[in-house]
T-cell receptor, first 113, second 112 residues
Framework: DQQVKQNSPSLSVQEGRISILNCDYT??????FLWYKKYPAEGPTFLIS?????DKNEDGRFTVFLNKSAKHLSLHIVPSQPGDSAVYFC????????????FGQGTILTVHP | NAGVTQTPKFQVLKTGQSMTLQCAQD?????MYWYRQDPGMGLRLIYY???????DKGEVPNGYNVSRLNKREFSLRLESAAPSQTSVYFC???????????FGSGTRLTVV
């Protein structure tokens, strides 16, 4: 049972445009959500997070939106840059899973110059 | 800062062989984790250690054992490797709840 799902395996955007990566979750006990970025042959690195008491968190070009009623979060990257090309994982924790992150399958983002 | 160090980076095993993946962190984090990454499956938790002296099973523990040797080190052992254990293995550490993880660079394991 996949509790965190990223239904788009890949996304391709033009440099300068907006990239929107989506993530859905099923466990209503999750109350903290994170996005990680992964380059080939490297470990994932933390990008941005959001608590369930907020619906938006912004850090430079990256904004995460949380819709608790829909159990959906999204990561917006504006403007997209070629260096943003990587695999993006969303992750969640909370309830009995506290302290452990449950990850989605990942979305491969390609930003074309 | 070294962060989280994993060894080895690459390994090829024959079916039935055993090996230990090593992980060490220098950030004084309490919690440590082992994940495996497979295509289309994302990162799945194998075992974790919430604090020194404790270990617990994650989502996919079968075929693995772990040891939290001290606060810095958390090793993952495959007693009898199987082709299904071909994967990229990541170790991570965290200060505790509601904090993100710091990951190592991974071990790419192939079992033939």
């Amino acid at each position: 049972d996949q509790q965190v799902k990223q239904n788009s395996p890949s996304l391709s955007v033009q440099e300068g445009r907006i990239s929107i990566l989506n993530c859905d979750y099923t466990n209503s006990m999750f109350d903290y959500f994170l996005w990680y970025k992964k380059y080939p042959a490297e470990g994932p690195t933390f990008l941005i997070s959001i608590s369930s008491i907020k619906d938006k968190n912004e850090d430079g070009r990256f904004t995460v939106f949380l819709n608790k009623s829909a159990k959906h979060l999204s990561l917006h990257i504006v403007p997209s840059q070629p260096g943003d090309s990587a695999v993006y994982f969303c992750a969640a924790t909370g309830g009995t899973s506290y302290g452990k992150l449950t990850f989605g399958q990942g979305t491969i983002l390609t930003v074309h110059p | 800062n070294a962060g989280v160090t994993q060894t080895p980076k690459f390994q090829v095993l024959k079916t039935g062989q055993s090996m230990t993946l090593q992980c060490a962190q220098d950030m004084n984090h309490n919690s440590m984790y082992w994940y495996r990454q497979d295509p289309g499956m994302g990162l799945r938790l194998i075992y974790y250690s919430a604090s020194e002296g404790t270990t617990d099973k994650g989502e996919v523990p079968n075929g693995y054992n772990v040891s939290r040797l001290n606060k810095r080190e958390f090793s993952l052992r495959l007693e009898s490797a199987a082709p299904s254990q071909t994967s990229v293995y990541f170790c991570a550490s965290s200060p505790g709840q509601r904090y993100g993880y710091t990951f190592g660079s991974g071990t790419r394991l192939t079992v033939v």
